[in-house]
């Protein structure tokens, strides 16, 4: 063909690349393409249903939540992003918040100083829009377990008022308080500005000054009803309430200690799940390392957690803040890491270890299940799909998910990883859930499900609790 054709076609190749990008990016072909993966993750999630007679059981702790816009509590302050381990000042707590709003992380933080912590919620509670709320991760994920149909008991000391807000059916154990422990959930949007700072994604910041929940007073009524309830699974969650709480000397090891020989003491039978939170103290994070991770079968994390945990592992120290929507690639990386050094964590120290990781993220959720191992999960891609849309449900506060108010940041197709020539992974949508086997060495399924984020975010907190209980209940 002569010189002159041969770039006319490759001029006309690459008009037509250009024009068929244009025509995929267009309103009406993105509209299309969300309305087919959400019939195809609703198909995915209904081929697979919870057990009949699944039996649950969920600890520790539980709080009254009280919701308030973060940018109005804070709107009279100046402030310098700084991360400060310890909060015993007002402009500490607002230079702290500004590190994570500028980053759109979620954190959850201990106040020391109580009367400063009366005073921030004091200040909340008159803010137009604010309101209360049953909160924990136990409840919340014991909630989600109810919804599912499973026979849950959770672990919990709790006032009668606040025992009013749980499902019916929830059997709660651990005795009454006459003062539950509050959480400030401190909410942003995505885009909201504050001051000179602007929110990269809706997220919250949590403030607290827990008495009951630090010292997992739930744990011992608890241990005497789990033998008899036998659970299919039994869910550690709540343990960031130890972080920079003021202990006697040897007091919180003693506690781990004591949650590590509640762990041991349900059989094979029963599967355990570790749900990971936002923890800032370095000495906690080792002593968890210690004392629960190498007993739990599945660990549950969002795309701070993930690296932090690694961090930790790798290198000793935490990793604070990360990339608050990072690559798919990049995550599988991460999870790929961890799970090598979970399970040689867990050979070292002679039990069952990690077969099981599920990292969600705004734009999408991951699942990573061990074949080899002895502890087996089945339905990875009904568990993503049905975690995928329990994250837009949640933040929508809807049942249905609303097209309208939903996007995806998922492209239809991915890097599997970032080493050089790794495979890309289509995204079909009509069969969005993509899974897949490798070797690491030992064999593992890898599944990732598109999120069809919420667009007008109605809640974050308690986002991760649900997500992680609705890929759990598809995989008892």
Known sequence: MPSTALKAAGVASAIALVIALMLRSTPLVLDQRLAAVLEGLERVERRHGVGAGTRVAVGYGACNDLFADAAALFADSSAKPTYSPRLLERQQVVDTFAYFFRHGAAAERY???????????ESAARLAGSHFALGGNAPVMASRFVLEGCNVMLAAKMSHQLQEHLPPDLKVVGGDVTQDDIHLILEYKAGQAWGKFTAPRANRFIIHNDENNPLVKSLEPFGEKLTSFSPHLLVVSGLQMMDNYPYAPGQREERLQSIREQILSV????????????????????????????????????????????????????????????????????MRQLFRMLRDAAESVNARGVSR?????????????????TVKWSNSGGAAAKA?????????????????????LLDDSFAASRLQNSRRVGVDSSEPVACWEEKLPEEVTICVAPVLVCTRAYQTAGAGDNISAAGLVLQI
């Open 111 to 121: 106040i020391e100083n109580a009367s400063l912590f009366d005073e921030l919620v």
């Open 357 to 373: 990781l599920h990292v969600h993220t705004l734009a999408y959720q991951a699942i990573l299940t061990s074949k080899d191992s």
């Open 388 to 408: 995928s849309l329990t994250a837009h449900r949640h933040v929508c506060a809807s049942t249905d998910v609303d097209p309208s108010r939903a996007r995806l």
């Open 267 to 334: 059989g094979p039978e029963t599967k355990v799940h570790f749900e990971m939170a936002s923890f800032a103290e370095l000495e906690l994070l080792k002593k968890l390392i210690e004392y629960i991770v190498p007993y739990a079968d599945s660990l549950g994390m969002n795309e701070q957690e993930l690296p932090n945990l690694i961090s930790m592992m790798q290198f000793g120290n935490v990793s604070v803040v990360s990339d608050s929507n990072p690559r798919v690639a990049s995550a599988l990386d991460q």
